[in-house]
């Protein structure tokens, strides 16, 4: 058998071989087209050979015979041997480089280049097998047919991996879409259950309101009666402690009226920061010292100017009396976010408990022995009335801050 016959056979069953790997082979694509990539320039005989996938006139090196290095590397197509070959859809033999640069440029100190492209079953073109020698040279027939071969291969391998991903990333897509919607619903129930429940609270509270205040009038006027007759000072005293109980009685029945009634909002541009301001000089009226930080420029909102001063005072009082002696409430107006101003109350002193938190704003819910539990009730209907949000935050380093977000105009 003669030499050229024997090397002939030897390409042929060395081709089998490599065919045979790719047939079998389990590993990851990685493996895959690295064994493609080597397969080439051992069979071509040629220095380099790599395996690009190209998009959006950027390829990338996914294998490479030679340098490992150059896996993961991206190049622009423009003015390249593979843009040219990615632009055409067909195979460029250049035998020489230096002798045609209209083809474009090689990497450096390689003067000759086989590039095949990848094309899919649909005809698309999705990256080459490109081979670079650093003599020029020649490319026969049979070479040119085996590294086709070899493209074949590549592009259904890569087009599946690309398929497979795009799937993979629409189903984690649609996931976190559909994980992130059902939170929404959840919330939106819970919310729509918490309202509904205080809803039944607030009619239940009022029928009791309204059963209770008849009698208590008749007893406030039975009182009032008797405050004008001559009595001891023992009985006196026991009169003013009664009607000092009646007048307790009559301002929760006013609170519990004030809750379950309907927040009919008479909607006008609000001032915000003119109304902070207000509220603050109400507040220091009462002997309590007031920073105001954020009023110099003027924020503005849709609301019922009434009420939200009622829920703003409200806040303040409560920021009042869990106070330290002597250290100030501070009020703030925030517009850094747009479309929104935050209104704080923070106050030092003692930190409310974090399993509490959730529950400030909750009907007849309250920290303090005598409290009704209706006060920050009435400002979360009246903040939610205005589609806002009220929120608490309480920690031992920076107090407690309850904030009220509403929607700018």
Not at 35 to 46: D, K
Not at 108 to 131: D, E, H, M
Not at 340 to 361: F, K, Q, T, Y
């Amino acid at each position: 058998m003669s030499l050229a016959n024997t090397k002939t056979w030897h390409n042929a069953e060395r081709l089998l071989e490599i065919l045979h790997a790719l047939s079998y082979r389990t590993g990851n694509l990685g493996d895959y087209l690295q064994t493609i990539a080597s397969g080439v320039s051992e069979l071509v005989g040629v220095d380099w050979s790599v395996v690009t996938f190209c998009e959006d006139d950027v390829e990338q090196v996914v294998a490479s015979s030679l340098d490992a290095g150059a896996v993961g590397q991206s190049y622009s197509l423009h003015g390249l041997l593979t843009g040219y070959v990615v632009a055409h859809g067909h195979s460029l033999v250049v035998n020489d480089v230096e002798q045609h640069p209209e083809y474009g440029c090689g990497p450096p100190g390689y003067r000759s280049y086989l590039g095949i492209p990848l094309r899919t079953p649909q005809g698309q073109v999705i990256g080459t097998i490109c081979s670079f020698h650093r003599q020029p040279r020649s490319f026969e027939d049979g070479e040119i047919r085996i590294v086709e071969m070899f493209a074949e291969r590549a592009a259904i391998v890569l087009d599946n991996y690309h398929l497979y991903e795009r799937e993979r990333r629409f189903h984690s897509h649609l996931e976190t879409e559909v994980h992130q919607r059902t939170e929404q619903l959840r919330a939106a129930q819970a919310q729509l259950v918490e309202r509904e429940r205080l809803a039944a609270i607030g009619e239940f509270a009022a029928s009791i309101a309204h059963e209770i205040r008849n009698p208590l009038t008749t007893i406030a006027g039975v009182l009032r009666r008797l405050q004008t007759l001559a009595l001891s000072a023992a009985y006196r005293e026991y009169l003013d402690l009664a009607s000092g109980e009646v007048g307790r009685l009559e301002r929760l029945l006013q609170e519990i009226l004030m809750y379950a009634r309907p927040q009919a909002l008479q909607l006008e541009a609000v001032d915000l920061t003119a109304l902070v301001q207000e509220v603050a000089e109400e507040l220091h009226l009462q002997g309590q010292p007031v920073q105001c930080t954020g009023t110099g420029a003027s924020a503005r909102a849709m609301g019922d100017r009434d009420k939200l001063k009622q829920a703003l005072v409200n806040l303040g009082r409560n920021a009042c009396e869990a106070s330290p002696p002597g250290e100030p409430v501070r009020l703030a107006l925030d517009w850094s976010e747009p479309g929104c101003v935050r209104i704080s109350v923070h106050n030092g002193g003692e930190p409310i408990a974090p399993e509490i938190l959730p529950r400030l704003g909750e009907p007849f819910f309250s920290t303090r022995a005598s409290g009704t539990g209706l006060g920050l009730a009435i400002v979360r209907r009246i903040v939610e009335a205005h589609r806002g949000e009220l929120t608490f935050h309480s920690t031992a380093a920076q107090g407690t801050t309850a904030q009220v977000r509403l929607t700018t105009c």
